[in-house]
């Protein structure tokens, strides 16, 4: 069974800080690693990962995965208050159908002015 | 060009009742799926169709039914609720060959 953990569970920081998010998996035959952003509804898409120590960046948002240890990192940083939010990640495996994708339980960012 | 939108936003339902969540999507895209969101346990995949005219389990099905209307439509049904499926569901969409999900905003569900 595919498995996702994300730490923290929760985080309170002050704008300005610099942010890690932690992702670990498990999953059998490894196709791609997506972070996504979730603040009042609907998530929305970050990144996605699929080959091992390339950094995929967004303006101050920043992820790279390392497929050896199963892990990958969302690094954010001069944090604003429009930062908080859920960060979820996910797995998704070959030989399934796209879009199947196993959610960790997200880390839950709040951003103090 | 709205995206992924859903139907109801909210509902409250008492324990044996039945209702249909809509789903539409206007991208065009192939697959579609639905989730359910839970506290502390991320998002699970209850039932997903990779094309028009296929449906399949995902990880939670039990309690659930979807319909694959047309390609823009995906529905879900629950014929006789009950209280652990009080939960947020998501539709979501993707196109060929890629594992980005676009999101519709969420039905929120309270089965008493």
């Known amino acids: 069974e595919d498995k996702v953990v994300q730490s923290p569970l929760s985080l309170v920081v002050h704008e300005g800080d610099t942010v890690t998010l932690n992702c670990s998996y498990e999953?059998?035959?490894?196709?791609?690693l997506l972070w996504y952003k979730q603040e009042k509804k609907a998530p929305t898409f970050l990144f996605m990962l699929?080959?091992?120590?390339i950094e995929k960046k967004s303006g101050r948002l920043s992820s790279i995965l390392d497929k050896k240890e199963l892990f990958s990192i969302l690094n954010i940083t001069a944090t604003q208050t429009g930062d908080s939010a859920i960060y979820l990640c996910?797995?998704?495996?070959?030989?399934?159908?796209?879009?199947?994708?196993?959610f960790g339980q997200g880390t839950i960012l709040t951003v103090h002015p | 060009n709205a995206g992924v939108t859903q139907t109801p936003k909210f509902q409250v339902l008492k324990t044996g009742q039945s209702m249909t969540l809509q789903c539409a999507q206007d991208?065009?895209?192939?697959?579609m799926y639905w989730y359910r969101q839970d506290p502390g346990m991320g998002l699970r995949l209850i039932y997903y169709?990779?094309?028009?005219?296929?449906?399949d389990k995902g990880e939670v099905p039990n309690g659930y039914n979807v319909s694959r209307l047309n390609k823009r439509e995906f529905s879900l049904r629950l014929e006789s609720a009950a209280p652990s499926q009080t939960s947020v569901y998501f539709c979501?969409?993707?196109?060929?060959?890629?594992?980005?999900?676009?999101f519709g905003e969420g039905s929120r569900l309270t089965v008493l």
């Open positions: 996910a797995v998704e495996a070959k030989g399934t159908s796209y879009g199947k994708l196993t």
């Open positions: 991208m065009n895209h192939n697959s």
């Open positions: 699929t080959s091992s120590g």
């Open positions: 999953v059998t035959n490894f196709r791609s």
């Open positions: 979501a969409s993707t196109e060929i060959n890629t594992g980005e999900l676009f």
């Open positions: 169709s990779a094309s028009e005219g296929t449906t």
